[in-house]
């Protein structure tokens, strides 16, 4: 994992105001120009943010009182007095990630680089509500004892999980449907919220995934792809010219519910979270008389399972090519990053498919994107939570969850 670097390429977002009352964005301002360029000397900072020295000097003096930036050796050398870069103390400050999956919940603290320091998971066969909160509860207390001092420096807890559960208790049936349908009654925010002194926000799980990737992992390399998710179900995010976009009712990216053919037929054409889900594989393995959970596993690529996974992988990576051809004629895409939750091996041989069925459509007049892994891997969901109250505090674009410019 590599240190967060700038999600938006605008210089402007690195650019002060000497005005008096714009002490908090300036502090961010400088925060964020050192976090994409890394450590530099306050003269440096005073050129690229166009603040005035003076002002840089107090601004870095008072970030580093508080612990938020720290002295790196002089620099000798060079033409006049030797320099002291500052950078980003790792130990500033730090973040909780909450996961709800429908199959486990993931808790992650990640440090003020953005880096991964500890990591919880609790397991389910499905998301009943009490036992998720009842975990949650039972995560943060054992977050809090494992950070010991450094708990006080945490600054919020970023929730994520899928927007209403409730809808998909059909799909799974049984008593993970009935669990689900539970959801309808719970506001997941408030409950959690009850449980801490912390800030807590929440953004989509999907969404929050594609800004790990975003920060951590292709965003740095990709102006505008549509991000996949392959979970339990499957998801999406989509990000142009370096801003993810939610949509007004936060759909934008929602692929999973891309229908995956015509309609007016006899019966309505299936949606792609019914196509190229894990669910779908879990509920072959365990008609098989195998554990559904394998499908996580590195090994689930073993010979001994190849009659149900490569069936599911035709039908999956049909589907998810459909998805990238349709995608990049709507809004012309440089790439299409797959990522997951399930077995690497899986996932792997999921985007070579793709890569083959994508190759089977006409894109005359089209850009064709590049089909590649994503760099986060599967824990992508609960990092994307850990930054979010990270960059709410400290990042110039206070909504960075949203397509939002600031200048």
């Given amino acids: ?61 008072r970030l580093e009182g508080d612990g938020l930036l720290t002295r790196q050796a002089r620099v000798r050398g060079k033409i006049g007095q030797p320099s002291v870069p500052m950078a980003l103390n790792p130990d500033g400050a730090f973040s909780v990630g909450l996961q709800v999956g429908r199959r486990s919940l993931e808790v992650l603290v990640s440090d003020f680089l953005g880096q991964p320091r500890h990591r919880l998971q609790f397991s389910y066969r499905y998301p009943d509500p009490d036992a998720v909160l009842r975990n949650i509860t039972q995560g943060l207390a054992q977050m809090q004892s494992m950070m010991g001092e450094h708990w006080t420096r945490t600054v919020g807890i970023g929730l994520t999980a899928p927007l209403s559960l409730h809808k998909w208790s059909d799909l ?30 929440f953004a989509k799980d999907t969404t929050a995934a594609c800004m790990a990737e975003m920060l951590q992992g292709h965003g ?8 996949v998710f392959v979970g339990t179900f499957v998801g999406g995010g989509l990000v142009l010219a370096g801003h993810i976009v939610a949509g007004a009712r936060g759909n934008a990216g929602a692929i999973g519910s891309m229908p995956m053919g015509l309609g007016g037929q006899a019966s309505q054409p299936p949606q792609l979270l019914q196509l190229a889900s894990g669910w779908q594989l879990e509920q072959a393995l365990e008609n098989a008389g195998f554990e559904p959970q394998l ?25 998810l090519a459909m998805t990238a051809a349709s995608a990049s004629a709507l809004v012309d895409l440089d790439a299409v990053v ?60 206070k909504d ?3 397509k939002q410019d600031l200048i």
């Avoid at 996580?296 to 049909?318: C, E, F, G, K, V």
Wanted: charged share 15%; net charge negative.
């Fill in 1 to 61: 994992m590599t240190d967060t670097t700038a999600f938006v390429r605008d210089p402007r977002m690195m650019r002060g105001s000497n005005h008096t009352g714009m002490r908090q964005f300036n502090e961010r301002v400088v925060l964020q120009a050192i976090r994409h360029h890394g450590p530099m000397p306050k003269a440096d900072l005073a050129r690229l943010t166009q603040l005035s020295t003076q002002t840089v000097s107090i601004i870095v003096n």
């Fill in 338 to 397: 797959i990522d997951g939750s399930l077995g690497r091996p899986l996932i792997e041989a999921l985007i070579g498919a793709t890569r083959e069925q994508l190759q089977s459509y006409n894109l005359d007049g089209l850009h064709p994107p590049a089909v590649v892994a994503g760099q986060v891997g599967s824990h992508a969901r609960a990092l994307g939570g850990s930054l979010l109250p990270l960059h709410t505090q400290f990042f110039p674009i």
């Fill in 295 to 319: 499908v996580h596993q590195a090994h689930i690529m073993d010979p001994d399972y190849t009659a149900l996974t490569a069936p599911w992988l035709a039908q999956a990576s049909r589907a």
């Fill in 172 to 201: 799974l049936g049984g008593e993970a449907g009935l669990a689900l349908q539970s959801w309808e009654r719970v506001d997941l925010l408030t409950a959690v919220q009850a449980l801490t002194d912390l800030p807590v926000e």
């Fill in 220 to 227: 740095r390399s990709f102006d505008s792809y549509l991000y």
């Fill in 400 to 402: 960075i969850f949203l």
